[in-house]
Structure formats: C-alpha cells, structure tokens
C-alpha cells in the first residue's frame, strides 16, 4: 500500500427483490457474517481513512449495522445507475484528498489483497487516471466489457449498448474501481444518461478521462472473487465459493480436514497447527481452537474456545461461553455452554453442563446434568479438581462440589460437597423376593 489516504465507497442502494427477503440483501450473511460486514472488515484492514456506504430502500438496517462501526450512509433515493449512486457519497467525503475504492455491497469475496492491488496500480509510474478490476468469466451474459491492449483501457461499454464485436470480448466489467479523489467527482459531473437504459453508468467515466488523454487501466481477477449476489441461489453460490477457500486456507495451515467438503467455517474461525477435523464439523462464530485438537465428525462449535490437545465428539455441541482445557475430553451427545473443562477433565457421554466451572481431571459421568435455570434465572455449579461425578447425576444450582469429591450415580444434589467426601442422594432401593413371578402369573391368568 501507498502512503497516500485511502476511502471506500460501497454501493448498496439495490432493493433486491430477487432476495425475497425483508432483511436488505448485503446484510444477508455469507460464513456467519453480513456480506457488507466481509466488505468493511477489508476496507479497515487496509487502513481506510473513510468509509461511505450509498443506501436507497432499506436504508434504516444498512444503518443500524453501519452505526457501531462509525461508518457513514449516503443515501440514493432514486436509482438513477451506478454513477448516480457514487454522486450521493460526495458530500460524506468532503474534504478528503486521497485514492478511493468504489466497492459493492452485493460483491463480498474481494479480498484485501485485491483491493490493494487496485490502489498500487494508480501509483505505478504511468499513473492511470482509473483502475478497473476486470474478470473472464465461463460465460459472459451481459457483463459489460472492457475493451483493453496491455492492461491499458481503450473503451468500456455496457452489454446493452455493445456491438457485436464488442460483445465477442471475454474481458469483463466487475464494476470495482480505484480512483483519485481529484479525479472521481470531477469525471462524475460530466457523466450523462444518454444510453439505452437511460442511466447515469459509472464505466462511464473511463471513456472521459481517455478523451482528456488520461490512461485507465484494468487489472484482472479470478471470477470467483467478484461472485455477485441478486438470489438465494447465487447466495448459496458464494456461500460455497467462500467455504471452499477456508478450506484450503485452514489445510496449507497445518489443519487436517477429513472431508473437507463437509466443515463449515464461520468468517472469524480460529484454528490451529495439527488438529484434525472430522465429517460433518460446522463451526459458527467465535470459536479459536488451538494445536492439536481432534473434533471428530458431527461436532457443533460455537463461541467457545478449545485448548490444545483436547478431543471433541463425535455429536457434540459447544455452545457460546464454552472453554475446553488443555487434553480435556468433550464425547458424544454432550453440550456444554458457557462453562469451563478444566485441563484433563473429562465429559464423554450424553451430558449437560451449563454456567459450569469443572476442575482439572474431574470425570463426569453419563447422563449428568447441571440444573442451572429454574425459569427465571441462570446459577452456578462449580467442581472442583479430580472429583468424579457419577452417572445420572442432577447438580441442582447453585451448588458445589469440593476437590476429590464423589456423587454416587443416581444423585441428586442439592447441597455442597465438601472435598473428598462421598455424596448419595437417591431413594433407598427395595427387593420384593418374588413378586415379578406372581406378576407374570396374574396377567396369565387375568
């Protein structure tokens, strides 16, 4: 990157009817993230000084998501074309002197690296007025096209107004632009919509800066980057596209995916050095998982984090506020949320373990429960260190159990347990010699 300043413009004024959604289409989400939030995570990344997004119907939501991360809403009441939309983020950039990115709301895999590609390129020695990021997709169906010799610009013109040869190119218009400031509100100002769509296009300004004797040019980039989403089926589309590229990512970092087709990452996942990864894993928001963690398949992880050396599942769901310690051990239909395993500790069979602290090498066994909600509130069950929990256990909150302890299976604990001790809370068991017989024989005889 250049040390001149750096704006983004994100064009999302579309209504997205094609969506049939009441939820605006760029915040619908793509790896558990807002397709406009992938966008303004690698406009920040990059150090943007501004960030402007031009909304139109919907507005009040790309707002709300827009608030907390102080950036700001332009507004395009009428969809005049993309040259329009660009206009209305003029007033929130006044003032500022630098290159701008002009991004869109619906295009979410363009990567940082992409995009500073794109800014370099305005700073190469021959200086072009416009950078234009361009593409070669399979099929080009009405892309507008770039016409270009060595990477120079000679004409861009939309599908609609294209000649026959002109719609022959296979260099296609992503609608992504790099831009000095000086240049871009100077070029917009003389743009007309004299068209066979009657619209304001913003390729437009590429033919303007030529006839001023200024070059643009075009820098290529892989089709799947500038994926476009208008359905729920292009939507899945770039869903996969972008599960496919963790993927790759996740394995060259050391990871092992068994059946990589089959995990799912989440936009912020964390994952270490030698961990494996069974079928079926999906992992939601929030969750770091350091080295040497095993999650066997049909794991379910969200906003926990898991230490190294521990072993996952198979069928298990880590819920928002797990934390598994160092070779703790989480089995089959176990979940536990918002609660800590210690290091070494183990939960292996069906088990539920909520607003929980379990020490260090504790064992709890199958079909233990924490009772911690009782309508009205969440409480607290704390173990300590190498206790063991027997099988059916009910740890009725708030309630303790000391280090060493031990509840006889079948317990229901309502009480502390001091350390060491042995807790048994189950009604005593009574043997009737003969009665199962004498049963059998009156439904005979009944």
């Known amino acids: 990157m250049t040390d001149t300043p750096l704006a983004a413009i994100i064009l999302a004024a579309g209504k997205g009817t094609r969506m049939k959604s009441d939820l605006h289409k760029v ?13 303004t995570d690698a406009v920040a990344a990059l150090g943007a000084k501004r960030t402007v997004i031009v909304a139109g119907a919907g507005r009040e ?20 074309g993309t040259a329009h939309a660009v206009r209305q983020a003029e007033a929130a950039l006044d003032g500022f002197d630098g290159d701008v990115l002009i991004l869109y709301g619906d295009v979410p895999l363009v990567t940082a690296e992409t995009m500073a590609r794109m800014v370099a390129r305005l700073h190469e020695e021959d200086a072009p007025a416009i950078v234009v ?8 169906l009405t892309y507008g096209r770039i016409v270009a010799e060595h990477g120079r610009i000679l004409k861009m013109v939309e599908h609609k107004d294209a000649s026959i040869e002109e719609r022959a190119v296979n260099l296609c218009n992503s609608g992504l632009m790099a831009v000095r400031s000086a240049d871009l509100w100077r070029l ?23 006839a001023e004797g200024r070059v643009s040019a075009v820098i290529e980039a892989d089709p799947d980057e500038v994926a476009g989403v208008n359905s729920r089926a292009e939507l899945a589309e770039v869903e996969a596209l972008w599960q496919a590229r963790r993927r790759a990512e996740a394995m060259a970092g050391g990871a092992s995916l068994l059946a990589p087709e089959t995990v799912w990452f989440a936009w912020d996942t964390q994952i270490g050095r030698d961990v494996t990864v069974g079928q079926n894993v999906v992992f ?3 969750v770091a998982i350091a080295d040497r963690v095993t999650i066997h398949a049909f794991s379910h992880i969200e906003g926990a984090r898991v230490e190294s050396g521990a072993i996952i599942g198979p069928y298990a769901r880590l819920r928002p506020g797990a934390e598994i310690g160092a070779d703790a051990h989480v089995g089959n239909f176990v979940e536990i949320k918002k609660a800590r395993l210690g290091a070494g500790a183990k939960a292996n069979h069906l088990t539920y373990i909520g607003d929980a602290e379990i020490g260090a090498k504790s ?6 429960i924490t009772c911690n909600y009782d309508g009205f509130g969440k409480y607290p069950t704390k173990i300590g260190a190498n206790a063991f929990i027997g099988s059916n256990t009910a740890l009725v909150a708030p309630v303790t159990v000391g280090d060493g302890a031990i509840t006889g299976a079948g317990s229901i604990i309502t009480k502390d347990v001091p350390a060491d001790a042995l807790a048994v809370a189950r009604a005593p068991q009574r043997v009737l010699a003969g009665w199962a017989a004498r049963f059998r024989e009156g439904k005979r005889k009944g």
């Open 27 to 39: 915040l619908h989400p793509v790896a558990g993230r807002p397709m406009l939030g992938h966008l």
């Open 188 to 210: 917009l100002a003389q743009v007309d919509n004299r068209n066979a769509a009657g619209e304001y296009y913003l390729p437009d300004i590429v033919m303007l800066a030529n």
């Open 363 to 368: 064992n709890i066994g199958a079909g233990t």
């Open 133 to 140: 990021l361009g593409f070669r997709p399979d099929q080009t």
């Open 284 to 286: 939601g928001p929030g």
């Open 61 to 80: 939501q790309v707002e709300a998501f827009a608030q907390p991360l102080g950036l700001a809403v332009a507004v395009q009441a009428d969809q005049l």
